[in-house]
């Protein structure tokens, strides 16, 4: 485990009971040797102190009450993304350094507010792309020069089976869609190997008209060097996700890009002329990593989490994705009728 400058711990607290958080983020904050988790917040008090009870903390049936709270110094915030400014502008106007699950918001304009609050007091403000901290996207850039040459497609796909009917991803009033639950995944993954400010030549989202939500998608990207980035995603498919490097001299293909369990050893594929190899990269904890970023982010203002230009980033290119898109389906839920102006 990395040793951190200060030996404090740092005081967390969790607002919200979603799966994900009990699952995979609460379990490894539990476990960090330099946090201590305060407490956790549900509006159904009950289920809080369960939830509480089962990790060693306090248990809140108030998300105000938890932010209020002067024996925090961070939140992480599992919300439906259309609740994650409310409350991540709370807790940071708290005092609070904030972690935020992906999407940092449902629109550009409440992510931009967050950033420049958060600069303003001080804090830190991360967005939780774990996959980001695995190490095995540092091994594949090493591999580029030597395996792909010269960029000329990135390609990338996130995608899962339906979920089940009563999750938030189908309702719009809190946030839901798959561009904004899996698209955000090939988006930001593109920008790992796409270079500066990158254009949307076109996109296209499929409206469910039972719902009002987009369950599937597609987008072409570009950089200034010419060089383009596929990308798909959706709630309809198989399971699927991954990403791949064409280049002058070969392609790489990531095959568990986004989701890989940490007992997996990745396996990147090579294709270079007649030959093609297969590369087992180390296991690695990438729900751990992030965690311990924040935490390093934290404690200490060092690390690319304090970095908030790639938040920016992101959210803008987000937002042009949704202006550019043709939308497939029910035309009421069409966001250029909304949006009008392009915001960079």
Request: charged share 25%.
């Amino acid at each position: 485990m990395p040793e951190h400058r200060q030996q404090r711990a740092l005081r967390m607290g969790v607002i919200g009971t979603a799966n994900i958080a009990m699952r995979r983020i609460m379990p490894v904050l539990a476990a960090h040797d330099q946090v201590d988790l305060v407490a956790v917040a549900s509006r159904d008090k009950a289920r809080a102190e369960r939830v509480g009870a089962a990790f060693g903390c306090h248990g809140v049936g108030d998300y105000a009450e938890l932010v209020e709270r002067d024996d925090l110094d961070a939140i992480y915030i599992p919300l439906p993304p259309a609740m994650h400014h409310e409350w991540a502008l709370r807790a940071l106007r708290s005092g609070k350094h904030v972690l935020v699950e992906k999407p940092m918001s449902d629109t550009y304009e409440k992510t931009l507010e967050l950033m420049s609050t958060a600069s303003e007091l001080g804090l830190v403000l991360a967005e939780n792309f774990m996959f980001l901290h695995h190490s095995q996207h540092t091994a594949v850039r090493a591999m580029l020069d030597e395996a792909v040459g010269e960029l000329r497609l990135f390609s990338g796909s996130f995608a899962v089976p339906p979920l089940a009917p009563e999750s938030f991803r189908y309702q719009p009033a809190l946030g839901g869609g798959a561009l904004l639950d899996v698209g955000v995944y090939p988006l930001r993954a593109a920008q790992l190997y796409l270079a500066g400010e990158l254009d949307v030549l076109g996109a296209c989202l499929r409206v469910d008209e039972a719902t009002g939500v987009d369950v599937a998608g597609s987008v072409l990207l570009c950089d200034e060097r010419g060089v383009t980035a596929q990308l798909d995603f959706g709630f309809e498919h198989s399971y699927r996700s991954t990403y791949a490097l064409w280049g002058d001299r070969g392609r790489v293909s990531v095959r568990r890009a986004f989701t890989p369990p940490e007992q997996l050893k990745p396996v990147v594929r090579i294709e270079q002329q007649d030959v093609v190899t297969e590369r087992s990269l180390p296991e690695d904890n990438q729900v751990y990593n992030a965690m311990d970023a924040f935490v390093r982010a934290a404690l200490t203002g060092t690390g690319p989490l304090t970095d908030t230009s790639v938040i920016h980033r992101q959210a803008l290119l987000v937002d042009r994705v949704r202006r550019a898109a043709t939308l497939v389906g029910d035309p009421k839920t069409r966001p250029s009728d909304v949006l009008a102006e392009d915001p960079a």
